[in-house]
């Protein structure tokens, strides 16, 4: 028997201090008449607790038994306090403190100081059962029972076991003496378990007050000369819904593969099919904007994902030369089973003021989330075509179009091209993702190469402004029709855009499919009777790169592209790219 106790904490400490001057660009927003100054600190505190008992026994030498029992827990407290205020004395970096603002006491502003009140804690009881029958048959259940404060005292707890098994093939007796000997070892696998996820921010099953709705009673409030009369009377009102009833989000998944060695060990495959089912998604639930507050988490979907995983990999050793090879890939599908409203659709991403419109969505059945927009059909390349493109009733279909225009695609087929002809026009999710990595060693040199990649995915290229009409564009836009014969895929130039040429639409939809050197690195190892003067023990010197060479035929800064929200996997929106780096180094023994 064994008892391990452990405590551990966190502390972190960070702030912001900024200032801003008067200043003028442009209109639309890009002009400031009135300097401010900000200040705000920030402190966390995490301690995490974990107490486990561990038995072990084996029994006629061939029953290896271990049983675990245990108990974590952690909590995370965070506290802020800011303030902010106006019209600094004068223009001195040195002076552009909170002290040095001189607007009227309404414009000061505090904020924070939340203590004690703005926490997460999660607690987690845990027991796990080991069995091992002559390394030749595997079982391992566990079963945990975990309780967060993000969920209210309705369903603050829940439970999810876990259950796998193994197989050592060979290890039978009718198999030992009697496998090819090119074969090694062969496994069998399969696992089942559930998992849960808490992540939906503190506090959403209830309703927190909100401050800041003030009014000012026996007087009123001049919009257009900024004056105030009367008295203010400072307000609260609750920021969202809440629903107690929201619960753990619960993901069951399967798997089943089986991992293999041949030819001394020197060639090594597995493979792994595994099915998903994620249940009660953690998401908003869509209220009427008139409800005047923060929609309610709830649990409100049902995802399904399926794929493929395989490995395989070489290593051998020729007199001083040593290389390894292992290649990697994954297949994967998922499908939305059951968003959780009454039409089974939701839109995740809309830019209006640039003319784009919705143009991301989720939608029963279908792969989660996809593109959504126009299909198109190149571009109206003289007024006779644009007069040609009629529908049965000989009605033109794009009535405000020109020449250089782009031509849609009266989808669905009743005679007209609006919002009913969008429709599914890529995804972001890659059907696989893959790696390589090589290595190689000889008398004191080696190397090391990692590739990864993609395929099977699209981006949606959205590298341009999307909050205003008028706005520079990707270079790709020297390409655009500008005469008869010019272009059949970029429309023409026009401040006016009559046609909306630049709504969503397939013309965005581009191969993101990418191969890249994500690190390279190679090394030397200088001879002892070299570094053994110097009183060193080894010292070796290496040059390393990071995302060194990639192949793709997207034309964007990056296909690589980080997007944050998961909905909006795939989306360019002009992001700084990853940089290329090249390290020097050296590592040295004594």
Same mark, same amino acid.
Do not use: C
């Given at each position: 028997?064994?008892?391990?106790?452990s405590?551990g904490?966190?502390l972190?400490?960070?702030?912001?201090?900024g200032y801003?001057?008067?200043?003028?660009?442009?209109t639309?927003?890009?002009d400031v008449?009135?300097?401010s100054?900000?200040?705000q !600190?920030?402190?966390? +505190? @995490?301690?995490?607790?974990?107490? %486990?008992f561990t038995?072990?026994k084996?029994f *006629?030498?061939?029953?290896?038994l271990t049983?675990v029992?245990?108990?974590?827990a952690q909590k995370?407290?965070y506290?802020?306090?800011g303030?902010?205020? +106006?019209?600094?004395?004068g223009t001195n970096p040195?002076l552009?403190?909170i002290?040095a603002?001189t607007?009227?006491r309404? @414009?000061e502003?505090?904020y924070?100081g939340? =203590?004690g009140?703005n926490f997460t804690?999660?607690a987690?009881?845990?027991?796990?059962l080991d069995y091992?029958?002559a390394e030749?048959y595997?079982l391992?259940?566990?079963v945990?029972?975990?309780g *967060?404060?993000r969920?209210?005292?309705?369903?603050?707890w829940?439970?999810?076991?876990a259950?796998?098994?193994?197989?050592? %093939?060979l290890?039978?007796?009718?198999f030992? /003496?009697?496998?090819?000997?090119w074969i090694?070892?062969?496994k069998?696998?399969?696992?089942?378990?559930?998992n849960?996820n808490e992540?939906i =921010?503190n506090?959403r099953?209830?309703?927190l !007050?909100d401050?800041?709705?003030n009014?000012y009673f026996? =007087?009123?409030?001049?919009v257009?000369?900024?004056t105030?009369t009367?008295?203010?009377q400072?307000?609260?009102?609750?920021s969202?819904l809440?629903?107690?009833?929201v619960?753990w989000e619960e993901s069951?998944?399967?798997?089943?593969?089986?991992d293999?060695r041949?030819l001394?060990?020197?060639?090594?495959?597995s493979?792994?099919?595994?099915?998903?089912e994620?249940?009660?998604?953690l !998401?908003?639930?869509?209220?009427?904007?008139?409800?005047?507050?923060s929609?309610?988490?709830?649990? %409100?979907g049902d !995802?399904e994902?399926?794929?493929l995983?395989? /490995?395989l990999?070489?290593?051998?050793?020729? =007199?001083?030369? @040593?290389?390894?090879v292992?290649?990697?890939?994954?297949y994967?599908?998922n499908k939305?089973?059951k968003l959780g409203n009454?039409?089974g /659709?939701a839109?995740?991403e809309?830019?209006?003021?640039s003319?784009l419109g919705?143009?991301?969505?989720?939608?029963?059945?279908?792969?989660?989330?996809?593109?959504?927009?126009?299909k198109?059909?190149?571009?109206?390349q003289?007024q006779?075509? #644009?007069?040609?493109y009629?529908? *049965?009733?000989?009605?033109?279909?794009q009535?405000?179009?020109?020449?250089?225009d #782009?031509?849609?695609?009266?989808?669905?087929?009743?005679?007209t091209?609006?919002?009913?002809d969008k429709t599914k026009?890529?995804?972001?999710m890659?059907d696989?993702t893959?790696g390589l990595?090589?290595?190689a060693?000889?008398k004191g040199?080696?190397l090391?190469?990692f590739f990864?990649?993609t395929q099977?995915?699209?981006m949606f290229?959205?590298?341009m402004?999307g909050?205003i009409p008028?706005m520079?564009?990707?270079?790709w836009i020297?390409?655009?029709w500008?005469?008869?014969? $010019?272009?059949?895929?970029i429309?023409r130039?026009?401040?006016?855009?009559p046609n909306?040429n630049?709504r969503?639409?397939?013309l965005y939809?581009?191969?993101g499919?990418f191969?890249?050197?994500k690190?390279?690195?190679?090394?030397?190892i200088l001879?002892v009777?070299?570094?053994k003067?110097?009183?060193?023990?080894q010292?070796?010197? +290496?040059?390393?790169a990071e995302n060194?060479l $990639?192949?793709t035929g +997207?034309?964007?800064?990056?296909?690589?592209?980080?997007t944050?929200?998961?909905t909006r996997?795939?989306?360019d929106r002009?992001v700084?790219?990853?940089?290329?780096? %090249?390290y020097?180094?050296?590592?040295?023994s004594?």
């Open positions: 028997m064994k008892f391990k106790s405590y904490f966190d972190a400490f960070w702030g912001d201090d801003e001057y008067p200043y003028f660009l442009a639309q927003g890009k008449n009135q300097s100054v900000w200040s !600190m920030n402190r966390g +505190y @995490k301690w995490q607790v974990e107490n %486990v038995y072990n084996l *006629s030498d061939i029953h290896n049983f029992l245990g108990q974590s995370y407290t506290r802020q306090l303030g902010s205020d +106006y019209d600094l004395l040195i552009a403190t002290n603002a607007a009227d309404d @414009k502003r505090i924070g939340t =203590g009140y804690s999660l987690s009881y845990f027991g796990r091992n029958y030749r595997m391992q259940a566990t945990r029972r975990d *967060s404060s969920f209210g005292p309705n369903n603050k829940a439970v999810f076991p259950l796998s098994i193994g197989w050592n %093939v290890n039978e007796p009718f030992e /003496e009697n496998h090819p000997e090694d070892s062969f069998l696998r399969f696992s089942w378990g559930k849960g992540n =921010g506090f099953y209830t309703s !007050m401050g800041g709705q009014y026996g =007087g009123g409030y001049s257009a000369t900024a105030k009367g008295t203010m400072y307000g609260t009102s609750p969202a809440p629903n107690p009833n619960k069951e998944q399967t798997d089943f593969g089986f293999a041949f001394r060990n020197a060639l090594t495959f493979f792994d099919y595994f099915k998903k994620t249940n009660g998604m !998401m908003d639930q869509p209220i009427p904007s008139y409800v005047g507050q929609a309610p988490i709830g649990n %409100v !995802m994902n399926w794929g995983e395989f /490995e990999g070489w290593r051998q050793t020729i =007199g001083d030369f @040593k290389y390894n292992v290649a990697n890939a994954s994967l599908r939305l089973i009454a039409s /659709e839109i995740y809309t830019a209006g003021a003319g919705s143009f991301i969505k989720g939608k029963n059945g279908e792969v989660w989330p996809f593109f959504y927009g126009y198109t059909d190149g571009i109206f003289n006779e075509e #644009v007069d040609g009629v529908n *049965s009733k000989g009605q033109k279909y009535p405000k179009a020109q020449a250089g #782009v031509r849609f695609i009266d989808f669905n087929g009743d005679g091209i609006d919002d009913n026009i890529g995804k972001g890659p696989w893959f990595t090589l290595g060693e000889w040199f080696d090391s190469f990864q990649g099977g995915n699209d290229d959205f590298s402004r909050d008028a520079n564009r990707p270079s020297l390409e655009r500008h005469g008869e014969g $010019t272009s059949n895929t429309p130039m026009t401040s006016a855009d909306g630049w969503s639409s397939d939809i581009k191969d499919s191969m890249r050197l690190t390279a690195q190679v090394g030397y001879p009777a070299w570094t003067k110097a009183a060193i023990q010292l070796r010197i +290496y040059i390393s060194l $990639t192949f +997207y034309d964007g800064f990056d296909p690589e592209v980080a944050g929200d998961y996997i795939g989306v002009g700084y790219p990853q940089s290329r780096t %090249v020097l180094g050296a590592n040295i004594f």
